[in-house]
Every structure is written in structure tokens, then in C-alpha cells.
């Protein structure tokens, strides 16, 4: 199985790491998207698992959840997928979720069957390092990853502590806020990119609010090891009901120029 | 964080990394203040001549007779703003103001938490903003008329189902955009550390003085106490005082909406499982994946599918004992009370209510019952009257 290590190593440029929540709009199309995402270059995916109540996340992803949730995704559906999705291609995986379904689903359980499913990591967006002891023991004895958030106002002590607990990257949240598309690029993100840089070793990905080619290209010139490319992609699902060929389209353009554009730097 | 905000396996700040400094920050100015000399003295002043505290403990006559043994009633209802959030919403409003914040946002259900914020914003001069589901905009849509008055923006969220639990998920989204000066004045005592903390600091009056007129009135402390349990602010309020008190029994109200085995009630200590949802490990009402479900009461203060930490540890430890209470009933007793007493309770406190007329007949004579009655019904006039119209509507 494909490892972080080995993409962040390998890989000249930053990495392309385009988001998409599992079975949004159903679970057909979302694998359609997902495929054209991976071949249109994506280094590696992170996948949502949606959830009732995303409070870290705006309104793009939240409706995403909503279809996805009211065309029937499940977490066992969720599993299945990922499962197709490794089939296809090798590509690491990062999850991206909240704590609750990993909670009912049962810890020791959810970290070993999505880890042989072909999962790398699971990013809890509720669960910050202060908690991470109650995860820990079920993500080592599954082998996993791991990946913790650091946000603009986080403290360098405690970026720190978060990256020593960190062996997948560090999710870099680029501004004080929710997921969704942003027409700026925060002016947080350039001196929180150089800060965790002096700081660790451990690749940085930075998202939220990644909407353009030109936001990569800065942000692989200001030093980060990957982009995280979320609501801009997901807006296109919305934006074509009914019409996942377009969708794919209109993806597939979009994560080529980006991966052009981060190439180039 | 100094403190892992735990009640046993309950609690905790199941948080996004991006809103820990804003409650590391709040937890140390709680614990730099409570007990501070300045802060205790404005904070009584506040109590005393602002919200009318202590309240009254009232032997509850006719309704005593009706059940056949003794109620008495601790009359949060008289506050100003009419219910018991103003006691939360001072000693918050007044944490925000010694750390030096201007801006306060709230969630509410009732819109009576949303209310005692708008006062409390309007008292401090602080930006206030209420976020407010929409299917409660418009059952207590008295209560945003006054929010607005006080000066406050109300914003409806249309999220989910409306209610309480979707208002905040987006006061938490808010939040998210604007730690860096925004004081969030949560409202029960649920939510992350610290919140189930300080709000029962802030509600523990309620008890310490019920304790103390039940042992001056009657010379003893009761037999029961009981309050409504919506995130568990007013019960917790009162029962914090008794939890020491091993001879008092303890009974803690849900609403069971349409009934239980309907699945569309909002009781999760009575029919939840343990999970996880806005910051906080506690029983909660979820499918088998661990999606929210959606609830459902006739009083929006309790449309909430989870419940403050400590009152499930209560639960779990089996010093508390939960119980659900149907509309039917909760409607029933409204009128009764009204009639009996000259009192409108809130449909919230009306399940406390409940509880008591259910047990009529069934306890001795001398036995002391006091029950919290959080709020005053005025504002549910209009459901009441609407769910008498319907009912009459439906047995002609
Ligand atoms: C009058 C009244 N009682 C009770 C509640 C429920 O809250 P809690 O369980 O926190 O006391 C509310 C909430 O809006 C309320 O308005």
C-alpha cells in the first residue's frame, strides 16, 4: 500500500489532494468523480464520510453531506467504496470526519477495517491532540497514520506537541474559520506555512478556502507539501444536478490546471 | 486546558483544533474570577437588583390538595426575562466583560435564552447576535420580537429541523470565523468544557437557596425535588445543592414528545446511547451509524437530542432518577396549574409538573415535593392555544 512517506517523498512538486465527501450526489456518480479526480492527477484523496452535524464545515460541504446522507450513504457503504476506490488505483487516503460515527461504529473496529480497507489516516475534525490519548492505542494497533489540524491561532508550543504526535502531515486549516470557497487566499496562511516549517519535519497540506490554481501556486511557493482542495470541487456537484458526466468534466479540467500550475513552482 | 472537564467518562471538548484557545481562555478567566472578591460582589449586585433574585419558594396550595400530598414551587419563573437563563446569562455576560470582550453570540431554543442574552448585551453595551432555528423563530416568535427590542440581531438558521441543535451548529460555525473577539454565552449546561462547568456555577443558586427556605419554611429538607431537563441547566441548578443530601430524591423530567416508543420525543437519558456531538460525550439521541436524530417536543426550550455531561454521570451513578413526560400530558397540566395557582408555568417546566400530577395519589400525605418552575408560560400562550384547537379540531 501506497504510503505518505513515499508520495511526499517522491514527488517534486506539491501534492494535489482534491476532497470529496463518499456518495455525494449517490454513490455511483461520487466513484465516477472520484476516478476522473485520480486520473486527472490527484497525488492523494481525501475523503469525507458525512455527517448529521458538520460544525467545522460551511455551507458547500454541509449540503454535500445531506445528499450524500439522503441518497443513502452509510459508513459500511463508505467502507465499500474506499474499497472500490483501492481497486482502482493505489492512492493514499485520508479520511476526514467526525468523531461520533467513529465512536458507535467502535474504535478498535473502525481503525482496523478502514485501514485494510486501504485507508492512510483519519483526521478527526472534532477530536484536537488534547483527546488524541483516546484514539491513540486503536490507530497504532490498526497501523494508521496519523493527522492533526494546526490553525492559524494555534501556539507554537502546542504546534509542537501536535506535530511530535504527527507521523502522516500536518493539516494546515488556512484561516480562522469553516470550510467553503474563498476568493482570497487568507493572509494567515503564508506565515503560519513558514512558522510550522521551522518548526518540524512533518509535511505540511494546507486547506480551507483552496479555491484557484493561483492559491496552490502560492501556497507551494510559500513552502507547503501539499494542497487541499475542497468546497471548489465540491461546488461543482452541486452546481450540476442530474449530470455527473459534466461534473466530471468540468473536475477533471480543474485539477489539470491546477496540477499544471503547482508543477511549475 | 488545567482541567479535563470530565463526569466520569461523560464531558470533554470534542472540539475543532481552531476553537480550543478561546475555551482554554475562558476556562482560566472562570477560574480567575469565581471566587474573586469584585467579580462575586457585581455579580450578587447583578442577581439581586437586576434579575430579582433570591426568588420565592411557594407552597403551592390548591395543586398540593389536588395531589394529595405537598408541593412547593421555587419561582425561577419571576426573573426578569421569566425564566432561569438570566442567572447564566449574568454571571457569563459578566465573565465576558472582566476579560474584555465586546461581542456576545448565543444559540436558543425557547428564544428564553436568547432573550436573557439580548438583556444581558444590552446591559453591557456588547454587540449581540441570537442564532435562532427557524421552526422556533416561528413558535416563539414573541420572544425574537423582544431579542430585537433589546437590540440584538436574531438569525434564523434553517438547517436540519430548525431547532435548538441546529442554531448550534451554527453559532459554533460563527464562532469558528470569530474567536479572536466573540464571548460565545452558551446556554445550558451541556457543550464543552468548560461550559457544564460555569453554568452550574452560575444556575447553583437556584438549589442553595431552595435548600435553605425548604429548612426555614418547613423546618426540613424535602423528600423529592424535580425540575425539567432539556441540556440540563435548571436541574442541574437545583439538584446540585441535594446531591449530598442522600435522604432527597431526585427527578429529572424529559420531554418524551409524542411518546417514546414513537422515536419522536427529545428524551436521550431515558431511550439515547452515548456518543458524541457539539463538544461533549453524553447520551444522545442517534441511528446506528451515529447520525443525529431528529427530535421532537412541544417545547422548544427541550428539543434537544443530547443532554449536559454530569447529568449523565447522575444517571449512570443512579443518584438522579430520569424520566419522560408526553405533550398530552405537559399540555394537560399547563391548564391545571393555571387554574389551580394563578401561575402560567413554561411548557419546559410544565413536564416537572407533569411528573408530580402523575404521582397523585401515590405518595403519603406529609411527603414535600419541590419542583423548579423554570419559566413562566406567557410566551407559549399561542401553542397552547393552537394544540387546543387542533385537539378540538380532531374529537369532533
Ligand atoms: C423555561 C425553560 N426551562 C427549561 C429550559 C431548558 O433548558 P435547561 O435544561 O438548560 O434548563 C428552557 C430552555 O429554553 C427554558 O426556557
Same mark, same amino acid.
Given at each position: 500500500?501506497?504510503?505518505?512517506?513515499?508520495?511526499?517523498?517522491?514527488?517534486?512538486?506539491?501534492?494535489?489532494?482534491?476532497?470529496?465527501?463518499?456518495?455525494?450526489?449517490?454513490?455511483?456518480?461520487?466513484?465516477?468523480?472520484?476516478?476522473?479526480?485520480?486520473?486527472?492527477?490527484?497525488?492523494?484523496?481525501?475523503?469525507?464520510?458525512?455527517?448529521?452535524?458538520?460544525?467545522?464545515?460551511?455551507?458547500?460541504?454541509?449540503?454535500?453531506?445531506?445528499?450524500?446522507?439522503?441518497?443513502?450513504?452509510?459508513?459500511?457503504?463508505?467502507?465499500?467504496?474506499?474499497?472500490?476506490?483501492?481497486?482502482?488505483?493505489?492512492?493514499?487516503?485520508?479520511?476526514?470526519?467526525?468523531?461520533?460515527?467513529?465512536?458507535?461504529?467502535?474504535?478498535?473496529?473502525?481503525?482496523?477495517?478502514?485501514?485494510?480497507?486501504?485507508?492512510?489516516?483519519?483526521?478527526?475534525?472534532?477530536?484536537? /491532540?488534547?483527546?488524541?490519548?483516546?484514539?491513540?492505542?486503536?490507530?497504532?494497533?490498526?497501523?494508521?497514520?496519523?493527522?492533526?489540524?494546526?490553525?492559524?491561532?494555534?501556539?507554537?508550543?502546542?504546534?509542537?506537541? /501536535?506535530?511530535?504526535?504527527?507521523?502522516?502531515?500536518?493539516? *494546515?486549516?488556512?484561516?480562522?474559520?469553516?470550510?467553503?470557497?474563498?476568493?482570497?487566499?487568507?493572509?494567515?496562511?503564508?506565515?503560519?506555512?513558514?512558522?510550522?516549517?521551522?518548526?518540524?519535519?512533518?509535511?505540511?497540506?494546507?486547506?480551507?478556502?483552496?479555491?484557484?490554481?493561483?492559491?496552490?501556486?502560492?501556497?507551494?511557493?510559500?513552502?507547503?507539501?501539499?494542497? /487541499?482542495?475542497?468546497?471548489?470541487?465540491?461546488?461543482? /456537484?452541486?452546481?450540476?444536478?442530474?449530470?455527473?458526466?459534466?461534473?466530471?468534466?468540468?473536475?477533471? *479540467?480543474?485539477?489539470?490546471?491546477?496540477?499544471?500550475?503547482?508543477?511549475?513552482? | 486546558?488545567?482541567?479535563?472537564?470530565?463526569?466520569?467518562?461523560?464531558?470533554?471538548?470534542?472540539? $475543532?483544533?481552531?476553537?480550543?484557545?478561546? &475555551?482554554?481562555?475562558?476556562?482560566?478567566?472562570?477560574?480567575?474570577?469565581?471566587?474573586? @472578591?469584585?467579580?462575586?460582589?457585581?455579580?450578587?449586585?447583578?442577581?439581586?437588583?437586576?434579575?430579582?433574585?433570591?426568588?420565592?419558594?411557594?407552597?403551592?396550595?390548591?395543586?398540593?390538595?389536588?395531589?394529595?400530598?405537598?408541593?412547593? +414551587?421555587?419561582?425561577?419563573?419571576?426573573?426578569?426575562?421569566?425564566?432561569? %437563563?438570566?442567572?447564566?446569562?449574568?454571571?457569563?455576560?459578566?465573565?465576558?466583560?472582566?476579560?474584555?470582550?465586546?461581542?456576545?453570540?448565543?444559540?436558543?431554543?425557547?428564544?428564553?435564552?436568547?432573550?436573557?442574552?439580548?438583556?444581558?448585551?444590552? &446591559?453591557?453595551?456588547?454587540?449581540? %447576535?441570537?442564532?435562532?432555528?427557524?421552526?422556533?423563530?416561528?413558535?416563539?416568535?414573541?420572544?425574537?420580537?423582544?431579542?430585537?427590542?433589546?437590540?440584538?440581531?436574531?438569525?434564523?438558521?434553517?438547517?436540519?429541523?430548525?431547532?435548538?441543535?441546529?442554531?448550534?451548529?451554527?453559532?459554533?460555525?460563527?464562532?469558528?470565523?470569530?474567536?479572536?473577539?466573540?464571548?460565545?454565552?452558551?446556554?445550558?449546561?451541556?457543550?464543552?468544557? $468548560?461550559?457544564?462547568?460555569?453554568?452550574?456555577?452560575?444556575?447553583?443558586?437556584?438549589?442553595?437557596?431552595?435548600?435553605?427556605?425548604?429548612?426555614?419554611?418547613?423546618?426540613?429538607?424535602?423528600?423529592?425535588?424535580?425540575?425539567?431537563?432539556?441540556?440540563?441547566?435548571?436541574?442541574?441548578?437545583?439538584?446540585?445543592?441535594?446531591?449530598?443530601?442522600?435522604?432527597?430524591?431526585?427527578?429529572?423530567? @424529559?420531554?418524551?414528545?409524542?411518546? +417514546?416508543?414513537?422515536?419522536?420525543?427529545?428524551?436521550?437519558?431515558?431511550?439515547?446511547?452515548?456518543?458524541?456531538?457539539?463538544?461533549?460525550?453524553?447520551?444522545?439521541?442517534?441511528?446506528?451509524?451515529?447520525?443525529?436524530?431528529?427530535?421532537?417536543?412541544?417545547?422548544?426550550?427541550?428539543?434537544?437530542?443530547?443532554?449536559?455531561? @454530569?447529568?449523565?454521570?447522575?444517571?449512570?451513578?443512579?443518584?438522579?432518577?430520569?424520566?419522560?413526560? @408526553?405533550?398530552?400530558?405537559?399540555?394537560?397540566?399547563?391548564?391545571?396549574?393555571?387554574?389551580?395557582?394563578?401561575?402560567? $408555568?413554561? &411548557?419546559?417546566?410544565?413536564?416537572?409538573?407533569?411528573?408530580?400530577?402523575?404521582?397523585?395519589?401515590?405518595? $403519603?400525605?406529609?411527603?414535600?415535593?419541590?419542583?423548579?418552575?423554570?419559566?413562566?408560560?406567557? %410566551?407559549?400562550?399561542?401553542?397552547?392555544?393552537?394544540?387546543?384547537?387542533?385537539?378540538?379540531?380532531?374529537?369532533?
Amino acid at each position: 500500500m501506497r504510503t505518505y512517506k513515499q508520495v511526499f517523498s517522491e514527488l517534486k512538486h506539491a501534492a494535489l489532494i482534491p476532497f470529496f465527501v463518499i456518495g455525494d450526489p449517490d454513490i455511483d456518480s461520487s466513484f465516477e468523480i472520484v476516478k476522473a479526480a485520480i486520473d486527472s492527477g490527484a497525488d492523494v484523496l481525501e475523503l469525507g464520510i458525512a455527517f448529521s452535524d458538520p460544525i467545522a464545515d460551511g455551507p458547500t460541504i454541509q449540503k454535500a453531506d445531506i445528499r450524500a446522507l439522503d441518497n443513502g450513504v452509510t459508513v459500511a457503504k463508505a467502507l465499500e467504496f474506499i474499497k472500490k476506490v483501492k481497486a482502482y488505483k493505489d492512492i493514499p487516503i485520508g479520511l476526514l470526519m467526525y468523531y461520533n460515527l467513529i465512536f458507535q461504529y467502535g474504535l478498535e473496529k473502525f481503525y482496523e477495517d478502514f485501514h485494510n480497507a486501504g485507508v492512510n489516516s483519519v483526521l478527526v475534525a472534532d477530536l484536537s /491532540i488534547d483527546d488524541a490519548d483516546e484514539i491513540a492505542p486503536a490507530i497504532n494497533a490498526a497501523g494508521l497514520d496519523t493527522v492533526f489540524m494546526v490553525t492559524p491561532n494555534t501556539e507554537v508550543k502546542r504546534i509542537e506537541l /501536535i506535530a511530535s504526535k504527527t507521523t502522516g502531515f500536518i493539516y *494546515t486549516v488556512s484561516l480562522l474559520g469553516v470550510t467553503g470557497g474563498r476568493q482570497e487566499l487568507s493572509d494567515m496562511v503564508r506565515p503560519l506555512v513558514a512558522k510550522l516549517k521551522s518548526v518540524t519535519d512533518v509535511p505540511v497540506c494546507v486547506g480551507f478556502g483552496v479555491s484557484t490554481a493561483e492559491h496552490a501556486t502560492q501556497l507551494a511557493k510559500a513552502g507547503a507539501d501539499g494542497v /487541499i482542495i475542497g468546497s471548489r470541487l465540491v461546488k461543482i /456537484i452541486e452546481k450540476n444536478p442530474g449530470d455527473t458526466a459534466k461534473a466530471v468534466t468540468e473536475i477533471s *479540467t480543474f485539477l489539470k490546471e491546477v496540477k499544471t500550475a503547482i508543477a511549475a513552482v | 486546558m488545567k482541567h479535563d472537564g470530565r463526569f466520569g467518562e461523560f464531558g470533554g471538548f470534542y472540539v $475543532p483544533e481552531v476553537l480550543i484557545p478561546a &475555551l482554554e481562555e475562558m476556562e482560566e478567566a472562570f477560574y480567575k474570577y469565581y471566587q474573586d @472578591e469584585k467579580f462575586v460582589s457585581e455579580l450578587d449586585n447583578l442577581y439581586k437588583n437586576y434579575a430579582g433574585r433570591p426568588t420565592p419558594l411557594f407552597y403551592a396550595e390548591r395543586f398540593s390538595r389536588l395531589v394529595g400530598f405537598k408541593v412547593y +414551587i421555587k419561582r425561577e419563573d419571576l426573573l426578569h426575562g421569566g425564566a432561569h %437563563k438570566v442567572n447564566n446569562c449574568l454571571g457569563q455576560g459578566l465573565l465576558a466583560k472582566f476579560m474584555g470582550k465586546t461581542k456576545l453570540i448565543a444559540e436558543t431554543g425557547a428564544g428564553q435564552h436568547g432573550l436573557a442574552t439580548a438583556m444581558i448585551g444590552a &446591559l453591557f453595551g456588547m454587540e449581540t %447576535k441570537i442564532f435562532m432555528g427557524v421552526t422556533d423563530v416561528e413558535r416563539q416568535s414573541v420572544n425574537v420580537h423582544k431579542m430585537k427590542l433589546c437590540g440584538a440581531e436574531v438569525v434564523p438558521v434553517a438547517d436540519g429541523t430548525g431547532t435548538l441543535k441546529d442554531a448550534i451548529n451554527e453559532a459554533l460555525r460563527y464562532w469558528t470565523s470569530n474567536v479572536e473577539d466573540t464571548f460565545y454565552l452558551f446556554g445550558t449546561a451541556c457543550g464543552p468544557h $468548560p461550559y457544564p462547568t460555569i453554568v452550574r456555577h452560575f444556575q447553583s443558586p437556584i438549589g442553595i437557596e431552595a435548600r435553605a427556605q425548604c429548612l426555614e419554611q418547613i423546618g426540613a429538607l424535602p423528600d423529592v425535588i424535580t425540575a425539567c431537563v432539556g441540556g440540563g441547566s435548571n436541574a442541574i441548578g437545583l439538584f446540585s445543592a441535594f446531591l449530598d443530601d442522600e435522604d432527597v430524591e431526585i427527578i429529572g423530567v @424529559e420531554p418524551a414528545g409524542r411518546g +417514546i416508543a414513537t422515536g419522536k420525543h427529545a428524551a436521550p437519558l431515558v431511550a439515547g446511547k452515548v456518543g458524541v456531538l457539539h463538544g461533549t460525550k453524553m447520551y444522545l439521541m442517534q441511528d446506528e451509524d451515529g447520525q443525529i436524530l431528529e427530535t421532537e417536543s412541544i417545547s422548544a426550550g427541550l428539543d434537544y437530542p443530547g443532554v449536559g455531561p @454530569e447529568h449523565c454521570l447522575l444517571k449512570d451513578s443512579g443518584r438522579v432518577r430520569y424520566v419522560g413526560v @408526553e405533550d398530552e400530558a405537559v399540555l394537560y397540566v399547563f391548564n391545571v396549574f393555571a387554574k389551580c395557582e394563578g401561575i402560567l $408555568p413554561a &411548557l419546559e417546566s410544565s413536564h416537572a409538573l407533569a411528573y408530580v400530577l402523575a404521582q397523585k395519589g401515590k405518595l $403519603p400525605a406529609d411527603t414535600v415535593v419541590v419542583i423548579n418552575l423554570s419559566g413562566r408560560g406567557d %410566551k407559549d400562550v399561542g401553542i397552547v392555544e393552537r394544540s387546543e384547537n387542533a385537539a378540538a379540531k380532531s374529537s369532533l
